[in-house]
């Protein structure tokens, strides 16, 4: 997901949330025993009004703590993450939450006006009541600093495409995510005033379901599946660690609760079902989710390197210099000689004009049709060279393949690179092609000379057209089924391809 398309999940996600609290406050506000606050109003003998001391309050509350969200998230923290040289933002932190305190502060006198009387003065109420706002405030403001440094985080660790830290970056990405989750959930228990026990069991719950998921996903379930074992299999040891688990949570528990006795199997009670019922199969599904994404994405750069290939092969083959130099070999041959030389030279070019255009498109073509249209090259070429005694070109290819097929245009690249590189007009040189089967095996070899072109040869800067290229489709269409030699020396050019066919 792009920043840009995340920033607008949040700002709608927020402001829906924002919306709900919003509706709920005017539902309980028309109850005015909506919560203990109304109880002890009356217990001190202050007057009690829903609207002013509950509804208003909770309203700028509520509203603090949005514009708090909207503010950091899209304006103050991004100018800190980009490094600006100002002290804007950091001075917007501080701003915000003396803006924050204040507000809060202010509501409280009005919502808990009932302690006031409970203080030897009204200035020690006023310190009391504002402290405690400030502490709230800067709880707020770190908690959504908290969250927005871990998403940031997560998208680095996202858009992060080194390969040899791909699964450590995914494990950091899951669990930053885990704990965004977290801190969601306790910004809504402090937005709700809850209990601080509430809050604890929320936090080792979390955790816990953090490391589980996480343990699930990399390590449990590819182990389990591997063994050829089922989802019952590692439910059985989900429950083992859930078990486990309970060890350092009851120990915690009772640390956290004053050794309190019953605390251990409070959180306990919660841990068990939602590790059971939550966790478990959560962590099976977004598992067996990644295997179909991984898989489809794994077969769309597949087809995509295909494509890639086949469209760059096809535009290295259409090669202006070697028709231009074809079509000058054919009209000079139909100056000299009889009609009956070029117009066989002429019929081969159509050939290998016509294959090229129609069965290069398929996937898999008989190898016969192959090798004619590579016999038709070699021939055009042999037309173009005939007339200089120096240049030797063997040939030993053999004519029957039965029902074998191959990829068209795989062999092409070897013999048009010994052409165009082994062959000069001005000096001594050569090209040796053999080409064989036994049974469905072929083997493929091509070996020519070397020599240095002229400064002014249109070629001298040129690589082999389509060696890399070739290369890239044997590993994609032929994996496991191909061994290709490449040997250079300071004469010599070799090429020794042995293909497994169907």
């Known amino acids: 997901?792009?920043?840009?398309?995340?920033?607008?999940?949040?700002?709608?996600?927020?402001?829906?949330?924002?919306?709900?609290?919003?509706?709920?406050?005017?539902?309980?506000?028309?109850?005015?025993?909506?919560?203990?606050?109304?109880?002890?109003?009356?217990?001190?003998?202050?007057?009690?009004?829903?609207?002013?001391?509950?509804?208003?309050?909770?309203?700028?509350?509520?509203?603090?703590?949005?514009?708090?969200?909207?503010?950091?998230?899209?304006?103050?923290?991004?100018?800190?993450?980009?490094?600006?040289?100002?002290?804007?933002?950091?001075?917007?932190?501080?701003?915000?939450?003396?803006?924050?305190?204040?507000?809060?502060?202010?509501?409280?006198?009005?919502?808990?006006?009932?302690?006031?009387?409970?203080?030897?003065?009204?200035?020690?109420?006023?310190?009391?009541?504002?402290?405690?706002?400030?502490?709230?405030?800067?709880?707020?403001?770190?908690?959504?600093?908290?969250?927005?440094?871990?998403?940031?985080?997560?998208?680095?660790?996202?858009?992060?495409?080194?390969?040899?830290?791909?699964?450590?970056?995914?494990?950091?990405?899951?669990?930053?995510?885990?704990?965004?989750?977290?801190?969601?959930?306790?910004?809504?228990?402090?937005?709700?005033?809850?209990?601080?026990?509430?809050?604890?069991?929320?936090?080792?719950?979390?955790?816990?379901?953090?490391?589980?998921?996480?343990?699930?996903?990399?390590?449990?379930?590819?182990?389990?599946?591997?063994?050829?074992?089922?989802?019952?299999?590692?439910?059985?040891?989900?429950?083992?660690?859930?078990?486990?688990?309970?060890?350092?949570?009851?120990?915690?528990?009772?640390?956290?609760?004053?050794?309190?006795?019953?605390?251990?199997?409070?959180?306990?009670?919660?841990?068990?079902?939602?590790?059971l019922l939550i966790s478990a199969p959560l962590a099976w599904y977004l598992y067996k989710r990644r295997m179909v994404n991984d898989a489809e994405l794994t077969s769309l750069k597949t087809e995509l390197g295909k494509s890639d290939a086949t469209l760059s092969f096809l535009q290295s083959q259409i090669n202006p210099h070697f028709l231009f130099n074809a079509l000058n070999t054919l009209y000079g041959t139909a100056l000299q000689e009889n009609a009956e030389r070029t117009g066989e030279g002429i019929q081969k070019l159509g050939d290998m004009m016509r294959f090229m255009l129609h069965e290069n498109t398929l996937d898999k073509i008989s190898l016969a049709r192959e090798v004619e249209y590579l016999s038709n090259y070699i021939d055009l070429q042999k037309l173009r060279t005939s007339r200089s005694a120096d240049i030797n070109i063997e040939t030993h290819i053999e004519q029957q393949f039965g029902v074998l097929q191959i990829t068209p245009m795989l062999l092409i690249p070897f013999v048009e690179n010994a052409f165009k590189h082994g062959i000069s007009l001005q000096q001594p040189s050569y090209i040796k092609i053999s080409l064989q089967t036994k049974d469905s095996t072929l083997y493929f070899d091509v070996s020519n000379s070397i020599y240095t072109k002229a400064e002014n040869d249109p070629e001298k800067l040129k690589s082999g057209i389509g060696l890399e290229n070739v290369k890239k489709r044997l590993s994609m269409l032929y994996i496991g089924k191909h061994e290709l030699i490449i040997r250079e020396s300071a004469k010599e050019f070799f090429v020794h391809l042995t293909l497994q066919l169907d």
């Open 1 to 275: 997901m792009k920043l840009k398309d995340l920033h607008k999940v949040e700002f709608w996600v927020s402001t829906i949330i924002y919306l709900f609290l919003f509706i709920r406050l005017i539902s309980n506000t028309v109850n005015q025993h909506h919560n203990e606050n109304w109880y002890r109003f009356y217990d001190e003998h202050i007057s009690y009004s829903s609207f002013t001391n509950y509804f208003v309050p909770e309203l700028f509350s509520i509203t603090a703590i949005y514009l708090n969200f909207l503010l950091l998230n899209f304006f103050i923290i991004p100018l800190v993450i980009k490094k600006e040289k100002t002290i804007l933002p950091y001075l917007s932190v501080a701003l915000l939450i003396g803006a924050t305190t204040l507000t809060i502060g202010i509501c409280r006198t009005y919502s808990f006006a009932y302690e006031l009387v409970a203080y030897k003065s009204l200035q020690h109420a006023y310190n009391h009541i504002f402290f405690k706002s400030f502490y709230n405030s800067f709880l707020v403001v770190v908690s959504i600093i908290v969250y927005i440094l871990i998403k940031s985080l997560i998208t680095s660790l996202i858009n992060n495409n080194d390969e040899l830290n791909k699964t450590q970056n995914k494990i950091k990405a899951d669990t930053a995510l885990g704990l965004a989750f977290w801190l969601i959930g306790m910004l809504f228990l402090l937005i709700s005033d809850a209990a601080y026990e509430i809050c604890v069991v929320w936090s080792l719950v979390i955790f816990s379901s953090i490391g589980i998921v996480i343990y699930s996903i990399y390590f449990l379930i590819p182990k389990t599946l591997s063994e050829g074992k089922k989802f019952k299999n590692y439910l059985f040891k989900i429950i083992l660690a859930s078990l486990l688990i309970c060890i350092p949570i009851a120990i915690i528990s009772l640390l956290v609760f004053n050794h309190r006795g019953e605390a251990p199997f409070v959180v306990i009670l919660f841990h068990l079902p939602t590790q």
